[in-house]
Antibody
Framework: EVQLVQSGAEVKKSGESLKISCKGS????????IGWVRQMPGKGLEWMGF????????RYRPSFRGQVTISADKSISTTYLQWSSLKASDTAMYYC????????????WGQGTLVTVSS | QSALTQPPSASGSPGQSVTISCTGT?????????VSWYQQHPGKAPKLMIY???KRPSGVPDRFSGSKSGNTASLTVSGLQAEDEADYYC???????????FGAGTKVTVL
């Protein structure tokens, strides 16, 4: 069974750094794109970026490039989403997602990590 | 502003059918057979219901069906049940540069 298990909720202050994680299991971690989707309070879904753990190829949505860093450690089947300086506008639910071998649909979703940033 | 256009709401009585549209362009919905639909209950993670326009993942009831004509895709839920009340989002592959585009979501209410 494919599972994506995310790290727990975070409460941070503006300007702080943060790294959240997502551990994949039940499939070959290195052969599927895995990424992150943001959902701001009461809003829709936005993909932020994807990484192919097999070769660390990473794709960012233009609006998130330079704002976050996506990485993966294939030795522990874990992907990360990192901020160096949080803003209040980063307050959102963040979902880890596993795509197909090409990013055409998001077949599996983590449970979500709520990030709350206070100013 | 979302790339794909969905109606904000749709409703139906138990046992009836409801159809949600998802309109894109010739660069996304119209160009590829990679339309997906996701169901999201309040406070829960989205769940894939339809992929590649009309395919259902294992475990998704056959009451859920998808189709596409030109630049518009549709999700039909037949035999509505109370547990179908949720938000539904469509997405489409839009090429190797943009990857995916989403709709803003449709809230389905079971009357």
């Amino acid at each position: 069974e494919v599972q994506l298990v995310q790290s727990g909720a975070e409460v941070k202050k503006s300007g702080e750094s943060l790294k959240i994680s997502c551990k994949g299991s039940g499939y070959s971690f290195t052969t599927y794109w895995i990424g992150w989707v943001r959902q701001m309070p009461g809003k829709g879904l936005e993909w932020m970026g994807f990484i192919y753990p097999g070769d660390s190829d990473t794709r960012y949505r233009p609006s998130f490039r330079g704002q976050v860093t996506i990485s993966a450690d294939k030795s522990i089947s874990t992907t990360y989403l990192q901020w160096s300086s949080l803003k209040a506008s980063d307050t959102a639910m963040y979902y880890c997602v596993r795509a197909t071998s090409v990013v055409t649909s998001l077949h599996y979703w983590g449970q979500g990590t709520l990030v709350t940033v206070s100013s | 502003q979302s790339a794909l256009t969905q109606p904000p709401s749709a409703s139906g009585s138990p046992g009836q059918s409801v159809t949600i549209s998802c309109t894109g362009t010739s660069s996304d919905v119209g160009a590829y057979n990679y339309v997906s639909w996701y169901q999201q209950h309040p406070g829960k993670a989205p769940k894939l219901m339809i992929y590649e326009v009309s395919k259902r993942p294992s475990g998704v009831p056959d009451r859920f069906s998808g189709s596409k004509s030109g630049n518009t895709a549709s999700l039909t839920v037949s035999g509505l049940q109370a547990e179908d009340e949720a938000d539904y989002y469509c997405s489409s592959y839009a090429g190797s540069n943009i990857l995916l585009v989403f709709g803003a979501g449709t809230k389905v209410t079971v009357l």
